[in-house]
C-alpha cells in the first residue's frame, strides 16, 4: 500500500484499540456487578457440581439445613454463623413474582432482596415486621394490579436475587429456625394461589459452571443483559458509548467478529479495570472509629459505579440500616492482624454494639475469608453466646487468640495461625451508629497498655 494509505489504516486502527480500552474500561467497571450476578445465577440455578449447597431452579428457594461453619459455606464469601440462610435467584422479565413469608412470632429474619446492579432492599422484621406476608417483586417492565393483600418490592432489574437470613438462639434452636426457612417459597404471579404452595415447576438441570470475569466473554454477558435492560433512562449517554463498540443494547455482540485493533484495546481495558476495582477494596473509608471501618454505603451506590464493583468483588451485604459490618483488619502498627499473636478488646458498657436484634463478632481467614475451624467449633461471639461473662460494672473483654486464654474459654474467639481480620456485625443497628457518636473499643495486643 501507498504510505499515505497506510498511515491511514494504522491511524483507524489506533482509534480502534483506544476507544476499545478507554470505553471498555468504563463498561467492563459498570458491568461489574451485572456479570458477576449472572455468573452467579447460572451456577446457583444449575447442577455444576455433585454436592452443591446453593442450588435450586429460577423463582425458587434453597435453604441451609445448618449453620454456616468453615466446611460448608459454599460459593459464600465471609459468611455470619448467627443465622441460617436461604435464598435463590428470581426472573421479573415477564410477570411479578409472589414470595410467602411465614409469621415467625417475633423472630428475626430478613430476605436482602438485591438487583444486578447490587442495590438492596429488605423486608423482614425491621421494615415489614414477622407476621404472615405476600410480597410481589416487580420487575421494571411490568405494568399492572396486585391484590391488596400483596406488597410490592420495586425492583431495578429483570432480575433479583434473594438472600434470607433466619436468626438461630443456638444449637438447640436449629430445628425451629429450619422449619420457619422452609415455609418461604415462591411463585409466578400467574400461579399463584393464596396459601397454596406451588410445585416445582422446572426439573433439575446440570451444566457446567461459567466464570466470565476477567475474561473477554465478561462483555458478552453485559451486552445480553442490556438488550434486555438498556440501563436507567439517565445512562442513556453511557449506553451510546457503549454502543460504540458493540456492547450496549443496540449492539450484538460476537467476540469472533472481533477485529484484531478492538480485541487487543478490550483486552488491556480488562487488565486496568480489575486493577482499579482492586485498588478501590483497598482503599482507605473514610469511617474508622479506633480502627474499625465502617463501610456505611453498601448497597446504596448509584452512579459510583468503581465503588458498587469493588463492593461486588468482596462479596454482597445487607443495606446498613438492616446490618453494620464493622471491619477490622489491622493492628494499632498497621499491621495486619496475626494468629501467632494475642488480642484483648475491651468494650466499655457505651462500647458494646448498640444492637435493636443482636450483635456478633467474628474472625476470617486473610486469605480465603473463611470461617476458622478451631477445637471449640466457635466461630462467632456476641450476646447469645452460652457463658459470655461481663464485669461488674457492665464492660466486655474478649480475648482473641489461637490458643486458650488463661482467663478460660466463655470470653474466648479462637483464630487460627495465620492473618485474619475481624467483623462485628450489628443487626438493626441503633441511630448512634450512623451519627458516629457510637465507637467501638481499641483492639489491643495483649500486655499493651
Same mark, same amino acid.
Given at each position: 500500500?501507498?504510505?499515505?494509505?497506510?498511515?491511514?489504516?494504522?491511524?483507524?486502527?489506533?482509534?480502534?484499540?483506544?476507544?476499545?480500552?478507554?470505553?471498555?474500561?468504563?463498561?467492563?467497571?459498570?458491568?461489574?456487578?451485572?456479570?458477576?450476578?449472572?455468573?452467579?445465577?447460572?451456577?446457583?440455578?444449575?447442577?455444576?457440581?455433585?454436592?452443591?449447597?446453593?442450588?435450586?431452579?429460577?423463582? +425458587? $428457594? @434453597? &435453604?441451609?439445613? %445448618?449453620? *454456616?461453619?468453615?466446611?460448608?459455606? =459454599?460459593?459464600?464469601?465471609?459468611?455470619?454463623?448467627?443465622?441460617?440462610?436461604?435464598?435463590?435467584?428470581?426472573?421479573?422479565?415477564?410477570?411479578?413474582?409472589?414470595?410467602?413469608?411465614?409469621?415467625?412470632?417475633?423472630?428475626?429474619?430478613?430476605?436482602?432482596?438485591? +438487583? $444486578? @446492579? &447490587?442495590?438492596? %432492599?429488605? *423486608?423482614?422484621?425491621?421494615?415489614? =415486621?414477622?407476621?404472615?406476608?405476600?410480597?410481589?417483586?416487580?420487575?421494571?417492565?411490568?405494568?399492572?394490579?396486585?391484590?391488596?393483600?400483596?406488597?410490592?418490592?420495586?425492583?431495578?432489574?429483570?432480575?433479583?436475587?434473594?438472600?434470607?437470613?433466619?436468626?438461630?438462639?443456638?444449637?438447640?434452636?436449629?430445628?425451629?429456625?429450619?422449619?420457619?426457612?422452609?415455609?418461604?417459597?415462591?411463585?409466578?404471579?400467574?400461579?399463584?394461589?393464596?396459601?397454596?404452595?406451588?410445585?416445582?415447576?422446572?426439573?433439575?438441570?446440570?451444566?457446567?459452571?461459567?466464570?466470565?470475569?476477567?475474561?473477554?466473554?465478561?462483555?458478552?454477558?453485559?451486552?445480553?443483559?442490556?438488550?434486555?435492560?438498556?440501563?436507567?433512562?439517565?445512562?442513556?449517554?453511557?449506553?451510546?458509548?457503549?454502543?460504540?463498540?458493540?456492547?450496549?443494547?443496540?449492539?450484538?455482540?460476537?467476540?469472533?467478529?472481533?477485529?484484531?485493533?478492538?480485541?487487543?484495546?478490550?483486552?488491556?481495558?480488562?487488565?486496568?479495570?480489575?486493577?482499579?476495582?482492586?485498588?478501590?477494596?483497598?482503599?482507605?473509608?473514610?469511617?474508622?472509629?479506633?480502627?474499625?471501618?465502617?463501610?456505611?454505603?453498601?448497597?446504596?451506590?448509584?452512579?459510583?459505579?468503581?465503588?458498587?464493583?469493588?463492593?461486588?468483588?468482596?462479596?454482597?451485604?445487607?443495606?446498613?440500616?438492616?446490618?453494620?459490618?464493622?471491619?477490622?483488619?489491622?493492628?494499632?502498627?498497621?499491621?495486619?492482624?496475626?494468629?501467632?499473636?494475642?488480642?484483648?478488646?475491651?468494650?466499655?458498657?457505651?462500647?458494646?454494639?448498640?444492637?435493636?436484634?443482636?450483635?456478633?463478632?467474628?474472625?476470617?481467614?486473610?486469605?480465603?475469608?473463611?470461617?476458622?475451624?478451631?477445637?471449640?467449633?466457635?466461630?462467632?461471639?456476641?450476646?447469645?453466646?452460652?457463658?459470655?461473662?461481663?464485669?461488674?460494672?457492665?464492660?466486655?473483654?474478649?480475648?482473641?487468640?489461637?490458643?486458650?486464654?488463661?482467663?478460660?474459654?466463655?470470653?474466648?474467639?479462637?483464630?487460627?495461625?495465620?492473618?485474619?481480620?475481624?467483623?462485628?456485625?450489628?443487626?438493626?443497628?441503633?441511630?448512634?451508629?450512623?451519627?458516629?457518636?457510637?465507637?467501638?473499643?481499641?483492639?489491643?495486643?495483649?500486655?499493651?497498655?
Amino acid at each position: 500500500l501507498p504510505a499515505g494509505a497506510q498511515a491511514l489504516q494504522a491511524n483507524e486502527a489506533l482509534l480502534r484499540e483506544q476507544m476499545a480500552f478507554h470505553i471498555g474500561t468504563l463498561a467492563y467497571l459498570y458491568g461489574y456487578p451485572i456479570v458477576d450476578m449472572a455468573r452467579l445465577m447460572h451456577n446457583e440455578t444449575h447442577r455444576v457440581e455433585a454436592m452443591q449447597r446453593m442450588y435450586a431452579p429460577v423463582n +425458587d $428457594f @434453597y &435453604s441451609f439445613d %445448618s449453620l *454456616v461453619t468453615p466446611e460448608n459455606a =459454599g460459593n459464600l464469601r465471609a459468611p455470619n454463623n448467627d443465622t441460617l440462610y436461604y435464598g435463590g435467584w428470581f426472573d421479573l422479565s415477564r410477570e411479578p413474582v409472589v414470595v410467602h413469608a411465614p409469621d415467625t412470632h417475633g423472630r428475626y429474619y430478613t430476605l436482602a432482596i438485591t +438487583d $444486578f @446492579y &447490587s442495590e438492596v %432492599s429488605h *423486608v423482614g422484621r425491621r421494615t415489614t =415486621g414477622t407476621q404472615e406476608k405476600y410480597f410481589a417483586l416487580v420487575g421494571p417492565n411490568w405494568h399492572g394490579q396486585l391484590p391488596p393483600y400483596m406488597q410490592a418490592v420495586p425492583v431495578l432489574t429483570p432480575q433479583a436475587w434473594i438472600l434470607g437470613r433466619m436468626l438461630v438462639q443456638g444449637a438447640a434452636d436449629v430445628g425451629a429456625a429450619r422449619d420457619l426457612v422452609r415455609d418461604f417459597w415462591a411463585s409466578p404471579l400467574s400461579a399463584f394461589v393464596p396459601g397454596q404452595r406451588p410445585q416445582r415447576q422446572s426439573q433439575e438441570a446440570s451444566a457446567k459452571p461459567i466464570d466470565p470475569i476477567g475474561k473477554l466473554e465478561f462483555f458478552g454477558f453485559l451486552n445480553a443483559f442490556l438488550r434486555l435492560h438498556p440501563g436507567e433512562p439517565s445512562e442513556a449517554a453511557l449506553m451510546g458509548l457503549f454502543d460504540q463498540i458493540q456492547i450496549g443494547p443496540q449492539s450484538q455482540w460476537k467476540e469472533s467478529a472481533l477485529d484484531a485493533p478492538t480485541r487487543q484495546g478490550l483486552e488491556r481495558a480488562i487488565v486496568t479495570a480489575e486493577a482499579l476495582i482492586k485498588a478501590s477494596t483497598q482503599s482507605s473509608l473514610r469511617d474508622v472509629r479506633n480502627g474499625w471501618v465502617f463501610p456505611t454505603q453498601l448497597g446504596r451506590f448509584g452512579q459510583d459505579y468503581v465503588l458498587r464493583a469493588s463492593v461486588a468483588k468482596g462479596g454482597y451485604a445487607n443495606a446498613p440500616e438492616e446490618t453494620m459490618y464493622m471491619a477490622k483488619m489491622f493492628d494499632a502498627s498497621g499491621q495486619f492482624l496475626q494468629g501467632s499473636k494475642q488480642y484483648h478488646l475491651h468494650l466499655r458498657p457505651e462500647e458494646i454494639p448498640p444492637a435493636g436484634a443482636f450483635w456478633s463478632l467474628i474472625a476470617y481467614d486473610l486469605e480465603t475469608a473463611n470461617l476458622i475451624p478451631n477445637p471449640l467449633q466457635r466461630y462467632s461471639l456476641g450476646d447469645r453466646t452460652p457463658g459470655l461473662s461481663k464485669n461488674a460494672d457492665g464492660s466486655l473483654d474478649i480475648w482473641i487468640q489461637h490458643s486458650q486464654p488463661p482467663e478460660g474459654s466463655n470470653n474466648w474467639l479462637p483464630v487460627g495461625s495465620k492473618p485474619f481480620y475481624l467483623v462485628i456485625r450489628i443487626y438493626e443497628p441503633a441511630p448512634s451508629v450512623f451519627t458516629g457518636t457510637y465507637v467501638p473499643g481499641a483492639l489491643l495486643e495483649r500486655g499493651t497498655p
